[in-house]
């Protein structure tokens, strides 16, 4: 149980306006009062290590003791990074350009470092090419990226100043995707999230999650707008309605149309068999959330998180029977 100690710094962190609007999504859904949901956020902070995000994510509003005890709260979620991964080692993902590096035979596509490229270099690089993509090296939920056409710019020289002056020094080639997952949402690469545990010799898969662009929109991520829904391993299956960081609930696309649970995802146990193999590879970092785009010849990397978080697993309409991961955990890693 954190405690008081944590309720303080809970306290001490707390932005009320996103406090608030948690309270009032609670209110919503469940019809408690927000004096109510207050005094119990404090309690799950208390007994579980639950944040405020965590109370609503999961729909503890709706649980009981017994059930809430079964989630991989924020302080659990940081506890089995803190076992699993070392310290010192974050930047093998946190560092787009040397993941991209030490990940190259796993990208399926081609990078280029634009912070230490010449006019030339990048013009081979853009050669053939009617768009591409242009990331920051650090950063997360998709925030930064750009989608450029190489037609708007026919100056290397220009290109590589807009680049630098916006701090984007990872270029990519786009992905042609599987059909079967363009079908999802054209627009964006529609990728999988893959949780890797490695224990020993033994790697572990805690869970997969779908994300799926919306609208206009290029990326998949749900800060960006998309839409997640559970994936079953063993039939490779969407197996949940989706939700979205504003805790609505589809159980169709909402631009295809397309109904999401019991949609067949193409090649689910490769991009499983692709992400054990890509677990081995920094064996200091043993929990990661791989992002697997799968190709038509197959599944390749977009990225990976040396610490995935609670915001994409447990989502209360992804998990009717209301069990979390706590239990898979402490299995695996002997936590009593």
Not at 41 to 62: E, S, T
Not at 209 to 233: A, T, Y
Not at 248 to 263: A, K, L, Q, S, W
Not at 294 to 312: A, F, H, S
Request: hydrophobic share 35%; proline share 5%; with cysteine.
């Amino acid at each position: 149980m954190p405690g008081i100690k944590y309720i303080t710094r809970v306290l001490r962190g707390v932005r009320f306006e996103k406090l608030n609007y948690v309270m009032g999504v609670v209110k919503q859904k469940s019809g408690h009062s927000k004096v109510r949901t207050f005094c119990d956020i404090l309690w799950c902070a208390a007994r579980y290590g639950a944040g405020y995000y965590d109370y609503v994510m999961f729909g503890f509003y709706d649980m009981n003791g017994k059930q809430r005890d079964t989630y991989l709260t924020r302080v659990r979620n940081k506890k089995v990074c803190e076992l699993m991964n070392q310290p010192g080692y974050g930047d093998e993902f946190d560092d787009k350009l040397r993941f991209n590096v030490r990940f190259a035979d796993f990208l399926g596509r081609r990078t280029l470092n634009a912070a230490a490229a010449t006019p030339d270099e990048l013009s081979a690089f853009l050669q053939g090419l009617d768009c591409f993509f242009a990331k920051p090296s650090r950063g997360t939920c998709g925030n930064g990226i750009e989608k450029l056409r190489t037609a708007d710019w026919p100056d290397a020289e220009k290109l590589l100043a807009y680049l630098k002056e916006k701090g984007l020094d990872v270029l990519e080639e786009p992905l042609a995707q599987h059909p079967d997952m363009a079908k999802l949402h054209p627009q964006s690469v529609n990728t999988m999230r893959i949780v890797t545990d490695r224990v020993g010799d033994t790697v572990h898969i805690a869970y997969i999650v779908l994300k799926i662009g919306r609208g206009d929109g290029f990326c998949d991520n749900s800060g960006q707008g998309g839409v997640i829904c559970r994936v079953d391993e063993k039939t490779g299956k969407i197996c949940s309605v989706a939700t979205d960081d504003y805790f609505n609930v589809y159980e169709t696309h909402p631009d295809t149309g397309i109904r999401f649970e019991g949609y067949q995802l193409p090649m689910v146990q490769e991009a499983v068999a692709f992400a054990r193999k890509a677990a081995l590879v920094v064996p200091q970092i043993c929990h990661v959330g791989w992002d697997v785009a799968v190709t038509p010849d197959g599944p390749v990397l977009i990225e990976g998180n040396d610490y995935p978080g609670t915001d994409l697993c447990q989502l209360a309409p992804h998990y009717p029977e209301k069990q979390g991961l706590w239990p898979y955990y402490k299995e695996i890693l002997n936590i009593k």
